[in-house]
């Protein structure tokens, strides 16, 4: 056992009939951590989070919760509280309420629970609502209530179930930040689940990326943004071109690869194989007008479609049959005399091919 661990998880599968929703899951999440679970629906996201919880029981490995096994403790009598996506706010109770309702349940002392109440109504920015029943508030604002109702109970561990997910664009930022500054001010372990490629970056000290019941890579938002290791992690968090290549050459600065798109220096060692998938960032790939010869790791692209998105203009490219994705930032630039079906010079920085495992 890890010492500053709140939790690990030590090969946990859970199967449905034939179907393996958890597939030897292990992971050491750390005291104090804001952690995200991340993946598409069906990966087992949330059937990890429910096992965490004890609403949910895994076949087989173990969840210790502070070094102690959690098999024979019931979801109430765990340090853990969740927050659903759906609030499951009482209807008959108003905010306070409803705050205070974990406390009741816990025989807590009338002055201890409107203390706590009052403070945690504070720090999440709702005491003007005290009085309101759910159906009198915004969906932003019942999300305030069900995060405040959760951690005025003060649990070792709060787990998120996509609970911006039924926001609208605006007000899901707002609260993102709003639920990063809480998670620094309470100094609790935070395990978040989300779809939301952005929202994870956003928040994560870490970040399983988990796909078909596995976690397909782990580790802090820069690293995996930077450097992800599958295809999958690769177009899944963020976007990438992928690009197969074939060693020529290996020197001290790196490799010659033979790709579609011609001859490329990539900067990173030979792997060990000769021939392996190159990606690309989009807002790594510079984009310029047609020059008459292109130079080393330049090449000449089709622009088949733009996008203008206010700060920034997405271009899908083609070179023959390989495509490529480019992303320019909106200041006077010279790629932004580039038009539709032209053609336009490409340069994939050495340093910006990234080699994938598979």
């Known amino acids: 056992m890890v010492e500053d661990s709140d939790i690990e998880i030590t090969n946990v ?20 951590e804001f952690f995200s679970l991340l993946g598409p629906s069906g990966c087992g996201k949330t059937t990890l989070l429910r096992i965490i ?18 098999k024979d403790i019931p979801a109430f009598q765990r340090p853990v509280n969740m927050v659903f996506q759906s609030y499951a706010l009482f209807p008959h109770f108003n905010v306070r309420q409803n705050i205070a309702f974990g406390l009741k349940m816990k025989k807590v002392s009338q002055q201890e629970t409107d203390e706590r109440v009052n403070r945690v109504m504070a720090l999440v920015e709702i005491e003007d609502l005290a009085d309101r029943k759910p159906n009198q508030l915004s969906g932003g604002q019942r999300q305030r209530v069900a995060l405040a109702r959760a951690v005025v109970n003060e649990p070792k561990l709060l787990l998120l179930d996509e609970p911006l997910a039924a926001l609208d664009l605006k007000l899901r930022k707002q609260l993102q930040v709003e639920l990063l500054n809480l998670q620094r001010n309470l100094g609790i372990t935070f395990i978040y689940v989300t779809h939301d490629q952005e929202e994870a970056l956003v928040l994560s000290d870490r970040i399983a990326v988990m796909c078909d019941g596995r976690i397909e890579q782990l580790g802090d938002a820069e690293s995996l943004y930077e450097n992800p290791k599958t295809r999958f992690v690769s177009q899944f968090l963020g976007t990438c071109s992928l690009i197969e290549a074939t060693v020529k050459l290996s020197d001290g600065n790196g490799m010659l690869v033979e790709t579609a798109l011609g001859t490329l220096r990539v900067a990173a060692k030979h792997p060990g194989r000769d021939q392996f998938t190159l990606a690309i960032r989009p807002e790594k790939i510079r984009l310029v007008s047609k020059t008459t010869q292109n130079g080393e790791n330049e090449c000449t692209v089709c622009i088949d479609q733009l996008i203008y998105k206010g700060s920034e203009t997405h271009y899908d490219l083609s070179h023959g049959d390989q495509p490529l994705q480019a992303v320019a930032m909106n200041r006077h630039h010279p790629e932004h005399s580039l038009n539709l079906g032209t053609e336009a010079t490409a340069y994939l920085p050495p340093e910006a091919l990234i080699i994938l495992d598979d």
Do not use: P
């Open 13 to 32: 599968s859970r199967r449905f009939g034939e179907t393996v929703a958890l597939d030897g899951v292990s992971l050491t999440i750390k005291q104090g």
């Open 53 to 70: 919880a004890g609403l949910e029981y895994n076949d087989e490995g173990t969840v210790c919760i502070g070094g102690e096994d959690t």
